[in-house]
């Protein structure tokens, strides 16, 4: 069974930092990507970013290049999100999903979801 576990949302002031972590379990971590994605009421999920386990490669979100950087520990199975001089517009319910079968910043390209965790950025 596919199983992705997000932690380390959180309140934050504004320019503060934060990093979320993803636990991947039920499938060959290393053969695929993982990717990010958040949510704010009533609008729909936004590719953050991903990562390709296979090779590294990385995909990010205009609005989070610079501040955002995705990681992967393969031997923990686990991806992380580390975001840095947040803002208010980046608060969201953030996810991760895999593994990537389509285009990263598509929704419909990931299976399986986490339960999401919540990111508040105070002005």
């Known amino acids: 069974e596919v199983q992705l576990v997000e932690s380390g949302g959180g309140l934050v002031q504004a320019g503060g930092s934060l990093r979320l972590s993803c636990a991947a379990s039920?499938?060959?971590?290393?053969?695929?990507?993982i990717g990010w994605f958040r949510q704010v009421p009533g609008k729909e999920r936004e590719g953050v970013s991903c990562?390709?386990?296979?090779?590294?490669?990385?995909w990010y979100a205009d609005s989070v290049k610079g501040r955002f950087t995705i990681s992967s520990d393969n031997r923990k199975n686990t991806v992380y999100l580390q975001m840095n001089s947040l803002k208010p517009e980046d608060t969201a319910v953030y996810y991760c999903?895999?593994?990537?079968?389509?285009?990263?910043?598509?929704?419909?390209?990931?299976?399986?979801w986490g339960q999401g965790t919540q990111v508040t950025v105070s002005s």
């Open positions: 039920g499938f060959t971590f290393d053969d695929y990507a």
């Open positions: 990562i390709s386990n296979r090779d590294g490669r990385t």
């Open positions: 999903a895999g593994p990537r079968r389509g285009t990263w910043y598509l929704a419909e390209a990931y299976p399986y």
